[in-house]
């Protein structure tokens, strides 16, 4: 009779682990991708996601910093922290899935009166203890998932953040040579001006101008000179947050001191727009984290359910107790059940908790979709009209330049007074700093579109960092 109940409760408990406690549905995003962006200019073609874009820059010393960045940055040291912090916890909660083995071992000796005098006695025992849980309602195996795709998240942030990173530092490096020129025209400037308030005070000295023209010089050079000042001041804290993420203190480490920006990289083909979701790390994280709450959900819903433990252990004994010795193997074998009857609502509320976590990390998926899919159509659009803003400036560069000339001209000739002349050079000044701003615009353009694209690059270079760091761990 009793075998008959034990049948049953077993069959009855395989049929249950038949049954489906949670459907996982597809993850898609909040609305179909279009088939092609906005901005896009007859460029589908994919681009090659496998290189890395600061490539087609062809530049050494960006080069140079990008490959320090990846031995030196503390953001990336704490990332592959993170990824192995990931990989231990994967490997914890999957050890749950396997027999859990223990060796006990226990001597001792001990006496008591007796009725014939003290008993004497010493024993010694030496076993193996075994337990493992049944995982008839995929509960381990949920939480097993779970661990492991959020491994593959954590692997994924780590990729973007070297994505991330390899931009900002690019930014900033177009933007310290920016402000480097900034200074050099400004020099320039500074110079010019000091020649035409020479020629005005000659002019005044002679009587043939006014002292207003004199302070109108005045006024033009030290606005120059307050102008040079702030380009320093804006490059110092530039350069100070290139060498922190190079891992430095600021002034410690030398930088590059080019003045001359460089002319921008052809623009990379932007593709199709369901590329994004293969090749942008931060969207594969996304998704890695809601399959993962969707795992977990899985798991809290079998909580619900009876666990299955089977539990053993098998050893010898040895007693000898006054001269009595007594010996021999002892085991054994037992099947627990765990149902959970009044808890109070613990956990329907994690179930429930699970739920809502789910659903907001769906709902953050699919608007990091909708951002990504911006940024590209960011970038796009910023890539095209900073080019024709370039060409405008040219045009307006070469305008100023000739109206400046011919106002000195005229003022020198004594056919106006210099406030022309100041109009003109004030205008020339601004428009050659607006010509060198959109040219590093168009580079900061450039690099917003690759990282708007993603890549595939980032996961060889995160492997090779991780297995340095750990080479390094080890030596020490």
Known sequence: MLKTGIFFLLL??????GCSLHQARPITPSAPLPDQYSDQTGQDATPDFQK?????????GLERLIQQLFRS????????????????LMRQIRSFRYPNLTLDGQTGRSGQPGLFGELQSETSQLS???SFELDLFNKLSAKDQAARLSYRATRN??????MNLSAQLADLYYLAIEQRAQIQL?????????DSLQRVENRYRQGITTVTDLYQA???LATAKASRMTFQQALRVTENAIAVMLGNYPGMNPLPQQKQIPLAPPQLPAGVPATLLQYRPDLRAGLFRVKSRDAETAAAIADRFPSFNLVGSFGRSRSDITGT????????????????????????AEVARNRAALAESVAAYQESVLRAFQEVEDALSGNRTTSIRIEHLMEQERATRATQRLALDRYLRGLSDYLPVLTAQVFHFNTQSQLLTARRQLLSQRISLARALGGTWMANQSATDHQRLARQEMGK
């Open 186 to 194: 400004t020099d320039q400037t500074i110079q010019r001006y000091q």
């Open 128 to 130: 193996v203890s075994a």
């Open 325 to 348: 010795l007594l010996s021999g193997n002892f085991w054994n074998l037992l099947l627990k059940l765990s149902q959970p009857l009044f808890d109070g609502g613990r956990r329907k």
């Open 218 to 220: 005045r006024q033009s």
């Open 157 to 162: 942030d780590l990729q973007s953040l070297y």
């Open 52 to 60: 890395p874009w600061w490539h087609s820059f062809n530049d050494p």
């Open 73 to 88: 940055n503390l953001s990336l040291v704490q990332g592959h922290a993170r990824l192995q912090q990931s990989a231990a």
């Open 12 to 17: 009855s408990v395989w049929l249950l682990a």
